[in-house]
Protein backbone atom coordinates (compact mmCIF):
# COMPACT_ATOMS: atom_id res chain seq x y z
CA UNK A 1 0.00 0.00 0.00
CA UNK A 2 1.38 3.59 -1.04
CA UNK A 3 1.82 6.04 2.44
CA UNK A 4 -0.31 9.01 2.73
CA UNK A 5 2.69 10.74 4.15
CA UNK A 6 5.26 12.74 1.55
CA UNK A 7 8.37 14.74 1.93
CA UNK A 8 8.20 17.64 -0.74
CA UNK A 9 11.34 19.27 -1.49
CA UNK A 10 12.15 23.11 -2.30
CA UNK A 11 8.40 23.99 -2.41
CA UNK A 12 7.72 27.56 -1.60
CA UNK A 13 5.48 28.50 0.98
CA UNK A 14 2.53 31.28 0.84
CA UNK A 15 0.30 32.52 3.92
CA UNK A 16 2.88 31.19 5.91
CA UNK A 17 1.60 30.74 9.51
CA UNK A 18 3.61 27.85 10.87
CA UNK A 19 5.27 29.85 14.29
CA UNK A 20 1.49 30.62 16.06
CA UNK A 21 -1.77 29.44 15.40
CA UNK A 22 -3.78 31.17 12.78
CA UNK A 23 -7.66 31.80 12.24
CA UNK A 24 -9.03 33.22 8.64
CA UNK A 25 -12.16 34.00 10.36
CA UNK A 26 -13.25 34.95 13.53
CA UNK A 27 -14.72 31.85 15.80
CA UNK A 28 -13.17 29.34 13.57
CA UNK A 29 -10.17 27.60 15.37
CA UNK A 30 -6.63 28.32 15.59
CA UNK A 31 -4.27 26.23 13.22
CA UNK A 32 -0.76 26.08 12.14
CA UNK A 33 -0.59 26.02 8.39
CA UNK A 34 0.76 26.97 4.88
CA UNK A 35 -0.23 27.40 1.56
CA UNK A 36 2.56 25.09 -0.34
CA UNK A 37 3.34 25.83 -3.89
CA UNK A 38 4.66 23.27 -5.96
CA UNK A 39 6.10 23.62 -9.70
CA UNK A 40 4.20 21.68 -12.21
CA UNK A 41 7.51 21.46 -13.97
CA UNK A 42 8.11 19.25 -11.10
CA UNK A 43 6.21 15.64 -12.16
CA UNK A 44 7.80 13.76 -9.42
CA UNK A 45 6.29 15.95 -6.48
CA UNK A 46 3.06 15.98 -8.55
CA UNK A 47 3.44 11.82 -8.63
CA UNK A 48 4.05 12.08 -4.94
CA UNK A 49 0.91 13.52 -4.27
CA UNK A 50 -1.30 11.82 -6.44
CA UNK A 51 -0.37 8.27 -4.65
CA UNK A 52 -0.66 9.67 -1.51
CA UNK A 53 -4.02 11.15 -2.38
CA UNK A 54 -5.06 7.71 -4.17
CA UNK A 55 -3.87 6.02 -0.98
CA UNK A 56 -5.84 8.61 1.13
CA UNK A 57 -8.77 7.67 -0.93
CA UNK A 58 -8.49 4.20 -0.22
CA UNK A 59 -8.29 4.86 3.60
CA UNK A 60 -11.74 6.64 3.46
CA UNK A 61 -13.37 3.55 1.89
CA UNK A 62 -12.14 1.17 4.17
CA UNK A 63 -12.14 3.08 7.45
CA UNK A 64 -14.53 5.93 7.46
CA UNK A 65 -16.64 6.12 4.10
CA UNK A 66 -17.87 2.81 4.95
CA UNK A 67 -16.74 0.91 1.90
CA UNK A 68 -18.17 3.78 -0.71
CA UNK A 69 -15.98 7.04 -1.83
CA UNK A 70 -17.40 9.53 -4.03
CA UNK A 71 -17.59 9.53 -8.29
CA UNK A 72 -15.23 12.52 -7.85
CA UNK A 73 -13.59 12.46 -4.63
CA UNK A 74 -12.75 16.49 -3.01
CA UNK A 75 -9.23 17.02 -2.62
CA UNK A 76 -7.09 19.93 -1.46
CA UNK A 77 -4.83 20.05 -4.96
CA UNK A 78 -5.62 23.37 -7.15
CA UNK A 79 -4.45 24.49 -10.69
CA UNK A 80 -2.35 27.86 -9.50
CA UNK A 81 -3.59 28.68 -13.56
CA UNK A 82 -6.99 28.39 -13.01
CA UNK A 83 -9.62 29.58 -10.84
CA UNK A 84 -10.81 29.68 -7.24
CA UNK A 85 -14.00 28.18 -6.09
CA UNK A 86 -15.66 31.88 -6.06
CA UNK A 87 -14.40 32.41 -9.53
CA UNK A 88 -11.47 34.65 -8.83
CA UNK A 89 -8.18 34.21 -10.25
CA UNK A 90 -5.54 32.79 -7.77
CA UNK A 91 -2.76 35.38 -6.93
CA UNK A 92 0.25 35.93 -8.95
CA UNK A 93 2.70 33.52 -6.97
CA UNK A 94 0.34 30.61 -7.92
CA UNK A 95 0.94 31.11 -11.39
CA UNK A 96 3.26 27.76 -12.79
CA UNK A 97 2.12 26.09 -9.87
CA UNK A 98 0.46 23.05 -7.81
CA UNK A 99 -1.52 24.69 -4.87
CA UNK A 100 -3.21 23.41 -1.47
CA UNK A 101 -3.24 24.09 2.01
CA UNK A 102 -1.65 21.89 5.02
CA UNK A 103 -2.59 22.80 8.55
CA UNK A 104 -2.42 21.40 11.83
CA UNK A 105 -3.72 22.27 15.41
CA UNK A 106 -0.61 20.93 16.90
CA UNK A 107 2.60 23.21 16.50
CA UNK A 108 5.23 21.83 14.09
CA UNK A 109 8.47 21.62 14.02
CA UNK A 110 10.40 24.28 12.38
CA UNK A 111 14.08 23.76 11.35
CA UNK A 112 16.30 25.36 9.45
CA UNK A 113 18.80 23.86 6.67
CA UNK A 114 21.14 22.66 9.93
CA UNK A 115 18.61 20.86 11.30
CA UNK A 116 18.31 24.35 14.18
CA UNK A 117 15.33 24.38 15.61
CA UNK A 118 13.70 28.80 14.40
CA UNK A 119 13.01 30.86 17.07
CA UNK A 120 12.58 33.83 15.71
CA UNK A 121 9.80 34.35 13.73
CA UNK A 122 10.88 36.45 11.23
CA UNK A 123 13.23 34.03 9.49
CA UNK A 124 9.60 31.83 8.16
CA UNK A 125 7.64 33.91 5.65
CA UNK A 126 5.67 33.47 2.55
CA UNK A 127 7.96 33.10 -0.21
CA UNK A 128 11.11 31.21 1.08
CA UNK A 129 11.66 28.24 0.13
CA UNK A 130 11.13 24.44 2.19
CA UNK A 131 10.68 21.30 2.46
CA UNK A 132 7.83 20.43 4.39
CA UNK A 133 6.05 16.72 5.36
CA UNK A 134 2.58 16.11 4.27
CA UNK A 135 -0.27 13.55 5.29
CA UNK A 136 -3.26 13.39 2.64
CA UNK A 137 -6.14 11.77 5.06
CA UNK A 138 -9.88 11.11 4.22
CA UNK A 139 -12.58 13.41 6.17
CA UNK A 140 -16.35 12.87 6.61
CA UNK A 141 -17.76 15.99 7.82
CA UNK A 142 -21.41 16.74 8.16
CA UNK A 143 -21.72 14.36 5.17
CA UNK A 144 -19.04 15.35 3.23
CA UNK A 145 -16.68 12.66 1.93
CA UNK A 146 -12.98 14.24 0.84
CA UNK A 147 -9.10 14.29 1.07
CA UNK A 148 -7.25 16.92 3.53
CA UNK A 149 -3.90 17.25 4.04
CA UNK A 150 -2.19 17.69 7.35
CA UNK A 151 1.31 19.75 7.82
CA UNK A 152 4.06 17.96 9.39
CA UNK A 153 7.24 19.33 10.60
CA UNK A 154 8.81 21.91 7.98
CA UNK A 155 12.30 22.79 6.94
CA UNK A 156 12.93 26.44 5.57
CA UNK A 157 16.24 25.70 2.75
CA UNK A 158 16.84 29.25 1.40
CA UNK A 159 15.01 32.02 1.27
CA UNK A 160 13.50 33.91 -1.58
CA UNK A 161 11.10 37.19 -2.40
CA UNK A 162 9.02 37.79 0.26
CA UNK A 163 5.51 37.73 -1.03
CA UNK A 164 3.35 41.00 -0.63
CA UNK A 165 6.47 43.05 -0.19
CA UNK A 166 7.80 44.08 3.28
CA UNK A 167 6.75 46.81 5.57
CA UNK A 168 8.88 50.10 4.52
CA UNK A 169 11.59 50.98 6.97
CA UNK A 170 11.61 53.73 9.53
CA UNK A 171 13.96 55.77 7.76
CA UNK A 172 11.74 55.94 5.21
CA UNK A 173 9.00 57.01 6.18
CA UNK A 174 10.71 59.40 9.36
CA UNK A 175 12.59 62.03 10.35
CA UNK A 176 14.50 62.71 13.77
CA UNK A 177 13.04 65.38 15.81
CA UNK A 178 14.45 67.37 18.39
CA UNK A 179 13.80 66.15 22.40
CA UNK A 180 11.86 68.29 23.67
CA UNK A 181 12.69 70.59 26.60
CA UNK A 182 11.83 69.57 30.19
CA UNK A 183 9.72 71.74 31.58
CA UNK A 184 10.97 71.57 35.11
Not at 50 to 72: C, F, H, L, M, Y
Amino acid sequence: MVNTSIVLQNIRGSYVHIMEPYAPQPGQDAKYSMTILVPKTDTNAKAQIDSAIAAATEQGKAQRWNGVAPVQVPNPIHDGDGLKANGEPYGQECKGHWVFTASSKMPIEVVNGQMQKIINPTEVYSGAYYNVSVNFYPYLFSGKKGIAAGLGPVQKVRDGESFGGVAPAASSVFSAVEAPADPF
